[in-house]
């Protein structure tokens, strides 16, 4: 949800926490539901409707600055609805014969396509949320008013676009656009379902819209079905190939008029729920909005949300606030919005066998005092450690303890992270990351297994350790030889 700029400005909100859920398999994987990847926004007319007010735009009393445009589009120009202004009402067009500026730099019910070129319009300065007034002449609803996708850059360049710019989220639908006369009221008008797209941050000074089929719009999160009527592309979801644009506006706002708080960085554990919530935002009568994958496209609306841990992960979430106001008083501010990005991270459950990120060890239990905590961190419980270097010395052979000795393949011992190499040529390679924890595994193994040595882990527990990190990533090798150099390094008590 966002910000409703009325002439009333009395709105309940429902605020209540929302759990929401990734779908494990969705038909629009693999980009099926995508003519253009690197384009294709995809979303349902249910998450939609949460983010949809049914008021208008009050662009007579809003302070709102309209951008001027630059590049794009495909040159056609008309007038929406036809022969305006002695036709106000209804879904219908007329063209003209005018610039692209002309059509696109004024509210004026004159409108500029585009297909496969972005429009392009400037603001001056960066901004952070925008109005696209649409001019649409047929159904369906909402589809048509929001066919389109929203970018800004620091750049005008489209030449080699979507480089170079970022998508910006549909933060909310004003269903009666941005004016309402009587005698229009109960029919679909040209301005109906105008969207407002914000971005994360300050913003950027150039906005692009683009349709050519870069929104997919099914009738719920499954996507499985969608509205056939008017739907240009042969892939699953309503898309359109092209759009009709009034004018591109910025709400102007001053700094803190309105200030987002998604909260602290959040930890969790698989199996749980982590929750984000607006509640120190500031602002007057403020409504919420979240991207809780980092695609660009809201995901959840209201104060407060959760995330369920299914699996290790890592992610972030984009709470979009938007501040109500009250648009009776010409020059007043209207749909304010500001974003705040909160971390996320869900770890596993200390205890499962499965040494997971944040975990020096996991024995499978969770009990101290066994060489792994009941927080999986390795107990120092002996102080006794002897190098790779004293361990590799043929004077030092004699101290190996059976069943290993130098001629031991490394695969009898543990996962085949060596082939063919003994316990020596391991512990005698050079070189980081695998090499060098096989070196220090060598030697953590010996150490355990010698009655002389006061280590802190057991035969079962080394070999434990190392074939959870292998096969795995040079982070997870240096981590682990890092914990098993500690101990090598703590002083060797054999001749």
Known sequence: MTKRCIPACVLIFLVMAISWTAQAQDPCDNDVCCVNAATCVVTDKETLA??????????????????????????????????????????????TNETPAVALNDLDHRWLQSDTIPKVVDFGAPVNSVFVFVAVDHGPFPEEGIEQTVWGSDSPDISNFPQGWTLASLTTIWKKGWEDPVECQGQDNVDDFTGQYSFPGAGFRYVATHANFSISIFETPAHENWVTFEDNSGVP????????????????????????????????TVGQDICFNGFNSTGTGLSFSWDLDGDGEIDASGEEVCIPCNDVSDGEVTLFVTENCDCSVAGSTCACVDSDTALYSCKGECGDGILDAGEQCDDGNNIDSDGCSATCQVEVVGGDGCTPGFWKQSQHFDSWTGPFTPDTLFSDVFEDAFPNMTLLEVAQQGGDGLNALGRHTVAALLNAASPDVSYDLSVNQVVELVNQVFPGTKSAYNALKDNFENFNEQGCPLN
Not at 80 to 88: K, R, T, V
Not at 248 to 263: E, F, N, R, S, W
């Open 237 to 268: 979801g309503w898309q359109s190939f092209d759009d009709e644009i009034d004018a591109i506006g910025a709400p102007v706002c001053p700094a803190g008029t309105v200030v987002a708080d998604a909260g602290d960085d959040q930890i969790g």
């Open 50 to 95: 949460a983010i949809t007010v049914d008021e208008i735009i009050d662009v007579a009393n809003c302070n709102i600055q309209l951008g001027t445009y630059v590049t794009g589009g495909n040159g056609l120009t008309g007038l929406a609805p036809a022969n305006y202004p002695a036709n106000l009402c209804g879904l219908s067009f007329s063209l």
